[in-house]
């Protein structure tokens, strides 16, 4: 299986500030990254897939990057909405597997 | 737009089986797999497997052989899991996803 690395599990920061999420796969999954935002109680939703497409309604502020191992989501400048727990999927080869989150808290 | 509506919380007890239904709306139920994915506090997300409408076609996580069964109903464009021999390792929010959308998630709690 595709081990996926998040990090970091835990991040403070201010609204107007940005922010990078990373993930890193135990090996190359061809840009197939998805990056996915939970609000507690709530189903995830997903702003990225495949590395740097943003999903329809998702605002601009959002982007991601990367290619082989290593990938990035990046928050331009932080709302007030967007404290929630951020994940990655990668979905190049079964079984799909997910990082393991970053908690983005307001500092 | 599209919805998944996943049914209820289920409290069900050690060595039963539970099953769970995820009804799709908004898109044509054959146009994207169905995926299942288990949420455990502090155990994160986990994919279980897929399900092709159109054809009953799945894909398992080697994990999930024998404990998850997926299953589709095209005429009420009705996906379905079966959980059997429930252990409290199997107590978790299970979700249905299919392209960019998640049900809301259906909470399983195994308890005697």
């Known amino acids: 299986d595709i081990q996926m690395t998040q990090s970091p599990s835990f991040l403070s920061a201010s609204v107007g500030d940005r922010v990078t999420i990373n993930c890193k796969a135990s090996?190359?999954?061809?840009?197939?990254l998805n990056w996915y935002q939970q609000k507690l109680g709530e189903a995830p939703k997903r702003l990225i897939y495949?590395?740097?497409n943003l999903q329809t309604g998702i605002p601009s502020r959002f982007s991601g990057s990367g290619s082989g191992t290593d990938y990035t989501l990046t928050i331009s400048s932080l709302q007030p909405e967007d404290f929630a727990t951020y994940f990655c999927?990668?979905?190049?080869?079964?079984?799909?597997?997910f990082g393991g989150g970053t908690k983005l808290e307001l500092k | 737009q599209v919805q998944l509506q996943q049914s209820g919380a289920e409290l069900v007890k050690p060595g039963s089986s539970v099953k769970i239904s995820c009804k799709a709306s908004g898109y044509t139920f054959t146009s994207y797999d169905m995926h299942w994915i288990k949420q455990q506090p502090g155990n994160g997300l986990e994919w279980i497997g897929w399900?092709?409408?159109?054809?009953?076609?799945?894909k398992y996580n080697q994990k999930f052989n024998g404990k998850a069964t997926l299953t589709a109903d095209k005429s009420s464009s009705t996906a379905y899991m079966q959980l059997s021999s429930l252990t409290s390792e199997d107590s978790a929010v299970y979700f249905c996803?299919?392209?960019?959308?998640w049900g809301q998630g259906t909470l399983v709690t195994v308890s005697s």
């Open positions: 495949n590395t740097n």
């Open positions: 996803a299919a392209g960019a959308y």
């Open positions: 090996q190359n999954i061809n840009k197939y």
């Open positions: 999927l990668q979905h190049n080869s079964f079984p799909w597997t």
């Open positions: 399900i092709y409408p159109g054809n009953g076609n799945t």
